[in-house]
T-cell receptor
Framework: AQSVTQLDSHVSVSEGTPVLLRCNYS??????LFWYVQHPNKGLQLLLK??????LVKGINGFEAEFKKSETSFHLTKPSAHMSDAAEYFC????????????FGAGTRLFVKA | DSGVTQTPKHLITATGQRVTLRCSPR?????VYWYQQSLDQGLQFLIQ???????AKGNILERFSAQQFPDLHSELNLSSLELGDSALYFC????????????FGEGSWLTVV
């Protein structure tokens, strides 16, 4: 069965410093992987998506993620944090294990300090 | 704007009551999903419909039910409401199938008093 683990419930960075949000997954098949962002009192917005094409995926707002099959990881990064990046981030895995399923991680809250 | 429309945006009701949340998916999307998000439980998958039929079921209580109509809009019915049902309920949609991007609505805030 597939699963997704976001390794940090909270991450705090200073504005202008790099962001790293970690995600490990488990999947028996070739998964699709996603990162979503949720700003306060808003719906979830797609940041980026991996579907077995290039392993380095670029998303919106300067975010990118790298699919590493050997490490079963899909970490989200950004070179320089902005105050507007403060939000909750969800890593998501989707595959056909036992029928079509989409699993959301528990979320990582990103704090950005001025 | 994701293209997924949810109504109402906010709802306050009393314990024991019944409410209906409505969702219109993005044009062309056949799958509709319902999620519940609360502070203590996080984001919980409730149920998925594909082209009118139930496709997957998550942590949905027996007091809750959903359906997807021929025009593909969906309703989530919550009955015998309890204080703990207070949460943000999201509807989402996708074209359908593995790997398709799920697009979320802005959510319906339910407060049970």
């Amino acid at each position: 069965a597939q699963s997704v683990t976001q390794l940090d419930s909270h991450v705090s960075v200073s504005e202008g410093t790099p962001v790293l949000l970690r995600c490990n997954y488990s999947s028996s098949y070739s998964p699709s992987l996603f990162w979503y962002v949720q700003h306060p009192n808003k719906g979830l917005q797609l940041l980026l998506k991996y579907t077995s094409a290039a392993t380095l995926v670029k998303g919106i707002n300067g975010f990118e993620a790298e699919f590493k099959k050997s490490e079963t990881s899909f970490h989200l990064t950004k070179p320089s944090a902005h105050m507007s990046d403060a939000a909750e981030y969800f890593c998501v895995v989707s595959d056909l294990d036992g029928g079509f399923k989409t699993i959301f991680g528990a979320g990582t809250r990103l704090f950005v300090k001025a | 704007d994701s293209g997924v429309t949810q109504t109402p945006k906010h709802l306050i009701t009393a314990t024991g009551q019944r409410v209906t949340l409505r969702c219109s998916p993005r044009s062309g999307d056949l799958s509709v999903y319902w999620y519940q998000q609360s502070l203590d439980q996080g984001l919980q998958f409730l149920i998925q419909y594909y082209n009118g039929e139930e496709r997957a079921k998550g942590n949905i209580l027996e007091r809750f039910s959903a359906q997807q109509f021929p025009d593909l809009h969906s309703e989530l019915n919550l009955s015998s409401l309890e204080l703990g049902d207070s949460a943000l309920y999201f509807c989402a949609s996708s074209v359908g199938g593995q790997g398709n991007t799920i697009y979320f609505g802005e959510g319906s805030w339910l407060t049970v008093v």
